[in-house]
């Protein structure tokens, strides 16, 4: 995952948009990580996991969706 600070990401935007298209972007202010940036596939993977019903959770245990 790459880290931009917070003032490399507002003054390039445009970069920080194609960065995180292909993979989530930390952002820093004041060498401290506030932010992540990602896709909206990305994003909506992840919502979908934390849907209810999802086997997320069973995913997370470490057991299959069939057990």
């Not at 069973?58 to 299959?64: E, S, V």
Request: aromatic share 4%.
């Amino acid at each position: 995952m790459q880290i931009l600070t917070a003032k490399d990401a507002k003054y390039g935007f445009g970069r920080l948009i194609d960065l995180a298209r292909a993979e989530p972007v930390a952002v820093a202010k004041h060498g401290r990580t506030v932010v992540v940036v990602l896709s909206i596939e990305e994003y909506e993977r992840l919502k979908a996991l934390d849907a209810p019903g999802s086997g997320a959770d069973k995913l997370i245990a470490g057991k299959t969706l069939n057990e």
